[in-house]
């Protein structure tokens, strides 16, 4: 059996074996809790220090960066919001996209919000979500960090759906366009520094003041799913910075 099936096939049974176990249950919680002191690591070695750099950058070019990743990620919402049935979401998510790359340039601004079209970003995992698929237990992947069974096949699921995706990562021509794995790792690298660096001053919060820092990660991670999947726009006391990046 080759990798790509395995990485497919996996989450799936994961999901099917654990259908009706509630998200706060773990599917391995020793092995995700060194997972998470590994990323913990990564994040004390490699994310923070760039994103503290990142963060001394001019305040235009931080906003056109998290402007210019948002807008990529717009891509996958379009296909979501079908799929889930609500066109209205698909019109907004299409004509963000659309005149944010070109009257935005590329994505770096961000004139669709000042015309009233503001995005919600959807993926698989929620879709799956409001069909009423329930989340499957809760563990730890390396370097990508928290996520349930139905999330996780969700992840892989998203790769065959997103436009950017398919052009990067699968590297497939898409209308005339191309990329590669690069263009992928890039973007979605941009991507979490711009987020780490938002949220400086929260994760430094949360490794002061978590008695169990995993556990307050579990919780937020639920928590902001939850909403998600929900569509709901009230922020929850756990909740923090820009989870949709």
């Known amino acids: 059996m080759n990798l790509k099936k395995i990485i497919i096939i996996v989450p799936l049974i994961i999901t099917l074996i654990t259908s009706s176990v509630t998200a706060e249950s773990e599917c391995f ?35 056109g960066t998290g402007n210019f990743t948002s807008n990529i990620a717009t891509l996958l919402s379009i296909p979501n919001h079908l799929l889930q049935g609500n066109i209205k979401g698909a019109g907004h998510a299409s004509a963000s996209f659309l005149i944010n790359t070109t009257v935005g340039i590329l994505g770096f601004g961000n004139p669709a919000s000042a015309l009233g079209f503001n995005s919600q970003k959807e993926d698989v995992g929620q879709t799956l979500g409001s069909y009423g698929v329930s989340s499957g237990c809760y563990f730890v992947l390396p370097i990508l960090g928290p996520t349930t069974a139905r999330d ?7 790769s065959f759906i997103d436009p950017f995706s398919i ?15 690069l263009d992928f790792v890039s973007v979605k690298g941009a991507t979490a520094v711009d987020f780490r660096g938002d949220n400086m001053m929260n994760f430094n919060s949360l490794e002061k003041n978590s008695i169990d820092i995993y556990s307050s990660m579990k919780s937020i991670y639920l928590q902001t799913r939850e909403r998600k999947i929900n569509n709901s726009s009230e922020p929850s006391e756990d909740d923090w910075g820009n989870l949709d990046k």
């Open 167 to 181: 052009v990067t990562w699968r590297e497939k021509s898409l209308l005339g366009v191309s990329g590669s794995k």
């Open 152 to 158: 996780s096949l969700g992840l892989v699921a998203d």
């Open 29 to 63: 919680e020793k092995t995700s809790r060194a997972i998470f002191k590994f990323n913990m690591a990564f994040d004390d070695a490699v994310l923070e220090p760039v994103a503290k750099g990142y963060n001394k950058l001019p305040e235009k070019i931080k906003k």
